[in-house]
């Protein structure tokens, strides 16, 4: 509709100056033609006084036309520059609040996978192999069969790398995947934050999350990590025995969401879809440049969702994360970036 109305407005504007400029030419015609019945008059003398007289009033006429003219050409001029600037303000709105929408979409997309990593967590937690290998850390039995069962569990759940089982001291004693990761098992995790703060945990309704990072004994894959303590018996409050961690494959997973925005084609040529974590640093993008190493200032001074365009033109639209039921996520916001068309 804007650009409706500026092409409309602006077949007006050449219609008035084509108009204008018949308007020029009659006026110089009547200019010409009072000059000539001046001298036509002068050459007459006394007989050529009251022609003399009209020639002058034509002179007149042609004059105010031409000012009347210039005067019109500049307030359509002026009117078609002011629709103009409207017209740029009202797309950028219009497309502000869309790309807005799109950042904000992406980043509940997120949110609402990631609330399902906090579930996963915390009931896995209590699968009786797992406590039981815990409980007895070098019984090798109850350490290969709790790693069999995390095994059956990752054939089902897809987006997860490895699934890891830590005892009370922070040494892993079964995983998932023991074929792809070999040097997994035995791992001294007790300084990794993760392993800290799941140990930490009051009951077994809380759990933890890292920021996006990766992991060395997962080829350095970019994880999130979820974790929550392991208690006996695998009830709520029972001793904390152990620690599970489990890492979600970000890249892929991140990947299909930035890269399936709803964008035209056209759009998608100029267009990059981001998310970045707390600290501006990009996690995943649409055109896979500067992952885990590039950061971006917002600024975020109209609130939690907004838009505004920078120094180079470009339209940037943000949203942050507002959680997801229990998930209250990690500060991170969806970004679109879109050059100008």
């Known amino acids: 509709m804007p650009e409706r109305i500026v092409r409309v407005a602006a077949e007006m504007a050449t219609l008035t100056e084509q108009r204008l400029e018949k308007l ?12 000539n019945a001046s ?3 002068a050459n007459a003398g006394a007989a050529g006084r009251g022609f003399r007289v009209v ?18 050409r500049g307030e359509v001029t002026e009117r078609v520059a002011q629709l103009n600037v409207q017209k740029e303000q009202l797309l950028n709105q219009i497309q502000g609040q869309r790309l807005s929408d799109l950042a904000l979409n992406s980043v509940e997309l997120i949110d609402r996978n990631l609330y399902e990593r906090s579930c996963d967590v915390r009931w896995w937690a209590t699968d009786t192999s797992l406590w039981e290998a815990c409980e007895t850390p070098d019984d090798l039995d109850r350490a290969q069969f709790a790693a069999k069962r995390l ?31 070999a040097n997994v098992l035995g791992r001294d995790v007790a300084e990794e934050a993760w392993f800290r703060q799941a140990v930490a945990t ?53 990947q299909d969401i930035v890269e399936s925005v709803a964008l035209t084609d056209e759009e998608r040529e100029r267009t990059r879809a ?32 907004g838009y505004y365009a920078d120094e180079r033109s470009r339209l940037i639209a943000y949203a942050r994360t507002p959680g997801y039921e229990t998930y209250e996520g990690l500060g991170w916001y969806g970004v679109m970036i879109q050059r100008p068309a």
């Open 55 to 72: 020639a002058e009033e034509v002179r007149r006429v042609s004059e105010e036309i031409r000012t009347a003219s210039a005067q019109l």
């Open 151 to 181: 095994g059956v569990i990752l054939d089902s759940y897809t987006v997860y790398l490895d699934l890891w089982i830590a005892d009370r001291f922070g040494r892993v004693i079964a995983h998932g995947r023991p074929q792809r990761y």
């Open 24 to 35: 020029d030419d009659v006026a110089s015609a009547m200019k010409f033609l009072s000059l």
């Open 274 to 305: 981001l998310l970045i974590d707390a600290h501006g640093r990009i996690i995943a993008a649409s055109d896979r440049e500067g992952i885990m190493t590039d950061t971006i200032q917002l600024d975020t001074s109209a609130g939690k969702i």
């Open 39 to 41: 001298i036509e008059a």
């Open 202 to 254: 009051r009951d077994g309704g809380e759990y933890v999350v890292d920021d996006i990072r990766t992991e060395p004994a997962l080829n350095n894959a970019p994880v999130a990590t979820y974790a929550t303590a392991i208690r006996a018996g695998g009830e709520r409050r029972g001793e904390v025995i152990g620690a599970m961690g489990i890492f979600f494959d970000w890249g892929p997973q991140a």
